[in-house]
């Protein structure tokens, strides 16, 4: 039996502004925005390899609470890459918010940092 996550939904406050961020910030690519009912969207992002996002627009006093903290305020999320240097300088330059400054750990290269809505993320180059 083979498995995979697939897609990991991410409540958001609106589409657009999100769709923005994750295209225009991180380089994820849109792989798909499609308008399900006039309020609800299914729109897609992805950051080329391993599981995409799933940009859901909270609906509700529930759901809005979670924006930016879906993980409690641990680092929710691990953005892998095969360039850290590169990675970190371009965000830096985007206007990323890094919350902890890259270290050298055992297993690779890490720095924290927080996307538009307070998620915390890892990115992280492995050794």
């Given at each position: 039996?083979r498995?995979?996550?697939?897609?990991?939904?991410?409540?958001?406050?609106?589409?657009?502004?999100?769709?923005?961020?994750?295209?225009?910030?991180?380089?994820?690519?849109?792989?798909?925005?499609?308008?399900?009912?006039?309020?609800?969207?299914?729109?897609?992002?992805?950051?080329?390899?391993?599981?995409?996002l799933?940009?859901?627009?909270g609906?509700?006093?529930?759901?809005?609470?979670?924006?930016?903290?879906?993980?409690?305020?641990?680092v929710?999320?691990?953005?892998?890459?095969?360039?850290?240097?590169?990675?970190?300088?371009?965000?830096?330059?985007?206007?990323?918010?890094?919350?902890?400054?890259?270290?050298?750990?055992?297993?690779?290269?890490?720095?924290?940092?927080?996307?538009?809505?307070?998620?915390?993320?890892?990115?992280?180059?492995?050794?």
């Open positions: 039996m498995r995979r996550l697939d897609q990991i939904a991410l409540v958001v406050r609106d589409y657009d502004e999100a769709i923005a961020y994750y295209t225009g910030t991180l380089g994820f690519t849109l792989v798909e925005d499609t308008q399900l009912t006039p309020e609800k969207r299914w729109v897609v992002v992805s950051p080329g390899d391993g599981a995409n799933l940009l859901a627009k609906v509700g006093e529930r759901q809005t609470k979670a924006i930016g903290n879906q993980s409690g305020g641990r929710f999320l691990f953005l892998n890459t095969d360039d850290f240097a590169r990675d970190y300088a371009a965000f830096r330059q985007r206007g990323v918010r890094f919350v902890r400054e890259p270290a050298h750990e055992s297993y690779g290269t890490v720095a924290v940092f927080e996307d538009l809505y307070g998620n915390l993320w890892d990115l992280i180059e492995r050794s």
